[in-house]
């Protein structure tokens, strides 16, 4: 499968569609059971609280697969994404209630890199109750 948008008609500044990310405490044990990523930070929190959390937090991993769907949905193709890197700001804090958190990613074509290679730089935001959790957030994906 190739990417299904055209390098050709996208310019510099083009939005892709925002999307939200609920993210709950059992959507964490999932996430610990197919990662191996068992950490008690994510699960239990007296653990989170004692080593200075404010709660249960989300696996910094599964943060940025869900940042990074934003780009795939998009480009049509998962492996139109060639890097991908992000820094981490601040921590998905998790409650243990109904709602759970939500993340919020938009992101856009910040550079057109390379004709040959049809590569665009995308840069994406990512927040959670109001704060930037991912910095630095950024791929470089080739377009049809």
Known sequence: MAAQVSYDEVETGTELPARS??????????YAGA?????PIHWNER???QVGLPDVI???????????RVVTDWAGDPAAVVEYGVRFTKPVVVPDD??????????????????????????LVATCAGQKVLGMSRAVVRLA
Do not use: C, W, Y
């Not at 990310?21 to 999932?30: A, D, G, S, Y």
């Not at 990662?35 to 950490?39: A, I, K, L, R, V």
């Not at 919020?104 to 390379?114: G, Q």
């Open 98 to 123: 109904d709602q759970g958190a939500v993340i919020e990613v938009s992101a856009k074509v910040a550079a057109k890199l390379d004709d040959q290679a049809r590569t665009v730089r995308v840069d």
């Open 58 to 68: 989300a696996h910094g991993m599964f943060t940025m697969a869900e940042a990074i």
């Open 47 to 49: 653990f989170a609280k």
């Open 21 to 30: 990310f609920p993210v709950t405490r059992e959507t964490l044990v999932r």
């Open 35 to 39: 990662s191996g990523d068992f950490n």
